[in-house]
């Protein structure tokens, strides 16, 4: 017996589809703005974090407050983290309105940040070709202190949490 897609399970799918549009979007956003942050700093090809105090190192993410501001200034450190705070806030209002269950919003925000992320990346590497590999060193977030590590890591991390955040979201025990 063949189960047929009720309109609620079409929707919902609707619904995932535009938060991965979304999220891709938003994606590319991130990588123009990083790309024209390179262009004023002029990045040439790593991070280069030479005097920092190490919060904690897991191996695959390292925190860390660096002694000297990464970007130009420590102004534009600052709205860099402003920026980064405001992203965050709109992938939360954006789950928020994807959804009435809490369990199908941390889908969405899983899903919509995973999308995001991932194809930050996909996106840095055709306008800046960049990373060069998955073992380049990357700065992942500011907040609260600065997050350092290879590429790889954030991109397992977002495929794990876009996988969890699909099946949340598609969970036919919640409402979304």
Not at 127 to 143: A, E, G, K
């Amino acid at each position: 017996m063949v189960a047929h897609a009720t309109s609620a399970d079409k929707s919902r799918r609707a619904n995932l589809a535009s938060l991965i549009v979304f999220g891709t979007a938003f994606g590319f956003v991130e990588a123009a703005v990083v790309y024209y942050l390179r262009a004023l700093i002029r990045f040439d090809s790593n991070y280069a974090i030479s005097s920092y105090k190490t919060w904690l190192n897991l191996g695959f993410i390292t925190f860390v407050s660096p002694k000297h501001p990464l970007l130009m200034s420590g102004h534009v450190s600052d709205v860099e983290v402003t920026r980064e705070s405001a992203t965050i806030v709109m992938l939360a209002c954006v789950s928020f309105i994807a959804a009435r269950a809490w369990r199908a919003r941390i889908g969405a925000f899983m899903v919509s940040f995973a999308c995001w992320d991932l194809t930050y990346y996909v996106f840095l590497k055709i306008l800046d070709n960049w990373p060069s590999s998955f073992f380049t060193r990357d700065v992942y977030f500011l907040i609260p202190v600065t997050w350092i590590g290879p590429v790889i890591t954030p991109i397992v991390i977002c495929t794990v949490m876009l996988i969890l955040g699909i099946k949340l979201y598609l969970d036919p025990s919640t409402k979304t």
